[in-house]
């Protein structure tokens, strides 16, 4: 089966760049989500179509695709931004969506 | 605003199926997919399929395949989701999520928790 990797963890501190990525051999030929899940929350959209970020999300929030890793960036980091952030594409025929194993980002 | 209801938690016994239902409400409910995530306490996000409400077609990931089902009724906005077969390892929060096509998931309900325990 599809899969997209993750990593487990990623720890910064406020103010920080904290960087996640997600690998997988379809995703350069299908977009990436990326979404914010924070404890007994539903997950929320927080990058979509690799880069374009949606109304109401924090500018320091980015996405980036090279070649089969895309990255979520996040830019000055602040303690609301902990959480639990989860990549999301589909198989290269773009009938199965699939979601990484998602990446727990502490702020320190 | 955009809003999907879910509806209450479930207890249910190993062999047993459970029906999750999602209400639409804020816009057109046969314009936009409705997909089905489910979460196990502690555990990552899994895609389990999506459904065109305005169709009624489907599409179910492979691992739920023969085990679930997905359906609508548009007079009320509702869409639900059937697991047959149920196990302990189904035991999860389930969530409907509306998904605008390129633009994704956007917009998410609740959460069901449905236990499976003898």
């Known amino acids: 089966s599809y899969e997209l990797t993750q990593p487990p963890s990623v720890s910064v501190s406020p103010g920080q760049t904290a960087r996640i990525t997600c690998s997988a051999d379809?995703?350069?030929?299908?977009?990436a989500y990326w979404y914010q899940q924070k404890p007994g929350q539903a997950p929320v959209l927080v990058i979509y179509k690799d880069s374009e970020r949606p109304s109401g999300i924090p500018e320091r929030f980015s996405g980036s695709s090279s070649g089969t890793t895309v990255t979520l960036t996040i830019s000055g980091v602040q303690a609301e931004d902990e959480a639990d952030y989860y990549c999301q594409s589909a198989d290269s025929s773009g009938t199965y969506k699939v979601f990484g194993g998602g990446t727990k980002l502490t702020v320190l | 605003q955009v809003q999907l209801v879910q509806s209450g938690a479930e207890v249910k016994k190993p062999g047993a199926s459970v029906k999750v239902s999602c209400k639409a409400s804020?816009?057109?409910?046969?314009?936009?997919?409705i997909n089905w995530v489910r979460q196990a306490t502690g555990q990552g996000l899994e895609w389990m399929g999506w459904?065109?409400?305005?169709?009624?077609?489907?599409g179910y990931a492979q691992k739920f395949q023969g085990r679930v089902t997905m359906t609508r009724n548009t007079s009320i906005s509702t869409a639900y989701m059937e697991l047959s077969s149920l196990r302990s390892e189904d035991t999860a929060v389930y969530y409907c999520?509306?998904?605008?096509?390129?633009?994704?998931?956007?917009?998410w309900g609740q959460g069901t928790l449905v236990t499976v325990s003898s």
């Open positions: 459904m065109n409400p305005n169709s009624g077609n489907t």
């Open positions: 379809a995703l350069p030929k299908q977009y």
């Open positions: 804020g816009y057109t409910f046969t314009s936009y997919d």
């Open positions: 999520a509306r998904e605008a096509g390129t633009l994704g998931i956007g917009s």
